[in-house]
């Protein structure tokens, strides 16, 4: 689960166990999809950044057995239930715990061969910044793995401008935090810009119709849904909607898990390379 790290910016949907539990959901739901294709050598030095509470960090010491894994993150909570969780489920990973505030990495530069970092740069306020520390830590030749999605790819049947606004809601919200909900679409440039080299973008796509009952009760419900949900007290707060407009879009969203809807969403996934001098 991402953290804030700079005063300007905040994880909108809160750190409740709720919370918790919705990203390791997410996780899996999703594991074969965003995980596949990435996989590391072992004893490789493997930087995880806003690992959260280790949902991802779990499929990364599934897929690269003997890694030597360092997964950051800024919350101590966080990083106590990620450390829980690994160590129940994959007790023999070398994975090391550190709080760090990821735009000031406590590494001497290129200490890593790979970095990986799943939903984080879209919480930040300063992107940018944070790929140059990132970068920074890299070894030249080093790769980085960047998965972001972009909530202007959910599209659905039945269709609803209901619906479509309560997203919207959530893509203000998250920029008036100081983040990105869209930031998948822009990857490509983002990593381009901030020095990166050999940059390759994959879109991953989630569909789920009722052909899928696993995807639509742990993606469309479990994991998108859940997280336009977790949002209703602060949209409401902010002016942005009415309890009865709120209700009616939320409801347009779980018209789309019965049996004749329809949801579509895409991820981004980026591969890029630190140049050599």
């Known amino acids: 689960m991402p953290t804030p790290t700079t005063p300007n ?36 030095r493997v930087l995880e950044v806003g690992c959260g509470v280790g949902a991802q960090t779990v499929h990364l010491v599934r897929s690269s057995p003997g890694a030597r894994i360092t997964a950051v993150d800024l919350s101590l909570p966080s990083l106590a239930r990620a450390r829980a969780q690994v160590t129940s489920q994959a007790p023999d990973a070398d994975v090391t715990w550190q709080q760090a505030d990821l735009h000031h ?3 001497p530069d290129g200490h890593f061969d790979h970095l990986f970092a799943c939903f984080v740069l879209e919480h930040l306020g300063d992107t940018p910044r944070a ?12 790769s980085l793995t960047v998965i972001e999605g972009d909530h202007g790819s959910a599209f659905f049947h039945p269709d609803s401008e209901h619906a479509r606004a309560v997203i919207g809601h959530q893509v203000r919200l998250q920029s ?31 569909y789920a119709d009722h052909t899928r009952p696993a995807l639509v009760d742990g993606f469309t419900r479990r994991t998108f849904i859940a997280m336009i949900e977790s949002i209703r ?28 809807g329809t949801f579509h969403y895409t991820f981004f996934k980026a591969t890029a390379v630190r140049p050599r001098p």
Request: charged fraction near 20%.
């Open 9 to 44: 910016t905040r994880y909108i949907h809160g750190y409740a166990p709720h919370e918790a539990n919705r990203l390791g959901d997410q996780a899996d739901t999703l594991a074969d999809l965003l995980h596949a294709g990435t996989a590391y050598p072992p004893g490789s």
């Open 105 to 107: 990495l406590p590494h």
């Open 131 to 142: 790929l140059a520390e990132m970068r920074r830590v890299l070894r030249p030749g080093g």
């Open 176 to 206: 008036s935090a100081g983040g990105n909900a869209l930031l998948g679409r822009e990857l490509a440039p983002l990593l381009r810009h901030t020095g990166f080299t050999g940059v390759t973008v994959r879109p991953r796509t989630v």
């Open 233 to 260: 007290d602060t949209a409401l707060t902010a002016g942005l909607t009415t309890p009865s407009a709120w209700d009616r879009g939320i409801a347009d969203l779980h018209r789309t898990t019965e049996d004749d």
